[in-house]
Nanobody, 122 residues
Framework: QVQLVESGGGLVQAGGSLRLSCAAS????????MGWYRQAPGKQRELVAR???????NYADSVKGRFTISRDNAKNTVYLQMNSLKPEDTAVYYC????????????????WGQGTQVTVSS
């Protein structure tokens, strides 16, 4: 089974920084894209950033220039460096990966982390 463990969330003041980590473990043959989503109170879950296996990246307009997504393929880990945090960044952040659990898998599966709370005070 594939497990995603997130860490790095917390409470910071506006303008501060946090670094989120998400480590995948278990039965994994290969991982393709990895990403971070967030869901704020009263709002729908939205894509924050994603990164392909070849390290191509994509960001939501609201975080461009402030957040940086990266990955360590040897560790099956994806990171989200969040700088210049704003109160509107407050949300539960979820890690997501698309992976083949074995070489015999017919489909790529989506896996989700448990979520980590990020709170930015004004």
């Amino acid at each position: 089974q594939v497990q995603l463990v997130e860490s790095g969330g917390g409470l910071v003041q506006a303008g501060g920084s946090l670094r989120l980590s998400c480590a995948a473990s278990g039965s994994i043959f290969s991982i393709n894209a990895m990403g971070w989503y967030r869901q704020a109170p009263g709002k729908q879950r939205e894509l924050v950033a994603r990164i392909t296996r070849g390290s191509s990246t994509n960001y939501a307009d609201s975080v461009k220039g402030r957040f940086t997504i990266s990955r360590d393929n040897a560790k099956n880990t994806v990171y989200l460096q969040m700088n210049s945090l704003k109160p509107e960044d407050t949300a539960v952040y979820y890690c997501n990966i698309g992976a083949l659990p074995s070489p015999f898998s017919s489909y790529e599966y989506d896996y989700w982390g448990q979520g980590t709370q990020v709170t930015v005070s004004s």
